[in-house]
């Protein structure tokens, strides 16, 4: 690694009539001064105005030096979610999706306190997937576009997924045993699937090539036939288009399944771990 590749820093500005500090940033070179000559409405720059003003400049100081890019972006990132509510800075952005959302200490998250999470898978029945077949023979599958099957080959062994069945309702509860792969791999009882197994044997339409129905591997937990679908009008019930989509923060829908389906989804993540 040269020194060019290494030449990143983050740095603090703190306010002189509090020793707060307010904000936190990353760049090269005199990146970190810019801020003191920016004009605009922002909190940041409200604040700045305000200590000059008084005849006095932020204090302006250097945290951790000789970063990659992309090692001061983590650190940057780190430094505002630990300061998160006392800091100007927006947070989102790069890294946002590896740090603890705030306010939930008092929570178990998936992701964080379980290495697995609990995830709304959307069957999509038509003529490439039913969701008998998926009952049957434990799977669930997505494809015929990358926008489709990239989605559930994010899954990983351990992860609860809850499968929906469109205006139907919810339909199964179970835990992925095996990453997505293609139907000419799957295997069923250690036995290569076969278009005779299926009651919509089109699933293997395209399994040469980047179309490909992608299966992922599933060990149903609970399961209903799509006549008893667990559904609930006007009641608030999560429902997305998405093939997958978190149930982490839906905590009306994983009441609701936890009564219906009789699971406590704590339990079934912690079992993994």
């Known amino acids: 690694m040269d020194s060019f590749e290494a030449s990143s820093y983050v740095y603090v500005y703190i306010d002189p009539r509090n020793f707060e500090e307010f904000y936190y940033g990353k760049g090269k070179g005199n990146r970190k001064d810019i801020h003191l000559s920016l004009e605009g409405d922002s909190e940041k720059i409200k604040r700045i105005k305000a200590i000059q003003k008084e005849g006095l400049q932020p204090i302006v100081k250097v945290i951790a030096k000789g970063l990659t890019d992309q090692e001061a972006l983590l650190v940057e990132k780190t430094l505002i979610w630990k300061l998160g509510k006392n800091l100007l800075n927006d947070s989102s952005g790069h890294f946002s999706d590896k740090f603890r959302p705030h306010d939930t200490f008092h929570l178990d998250l998936a992701g964080f306190d379980f290495k697995n999470g609990l995830y709304y898978l959307n069957i999509g029945e038509g003529i490439h997937r039913c969701w008998e077949d998926c009952s049957k023979l434990g799977f669930l599958s997505a494809g015929q576009d990358k ?118 989804f704590s339990h079934l993540l912690l079992q993994d771990d």
């Open 147 to 264: 926008k489709w099957s990239d989605p559930v080959k994010t899954l990983i062994p351990g992860d609860i997924v809850v499968a929906y069945l469109k205006n139907k309702g919810y339909v199964g509860i179970g835990r992925v045993t095996q990453r997505a792969i293609r139907p000419i791999e799957f295997k069923v009882n250690g036995l290569p699937l076969k278009p005779s197994d299926l009651k919509v044997p089109n699933i293997f339409e395209n399994s040469d090539n980047e179309k490909s129905e992608y299966l992922v591997a599933v060990d149903w937990i609970k399961k209903v036939q799509a006549t008893e679908a667990k559904w609930q009008s006007k009641s608030g019930l999560f429902t997305t288009q998405l093939i997958k989509a978190s149930l982490q923060n839906q905590k009306i829908t994983r009441d609701f399944l936890e009564k219906e389906f009789g699971v406590d």
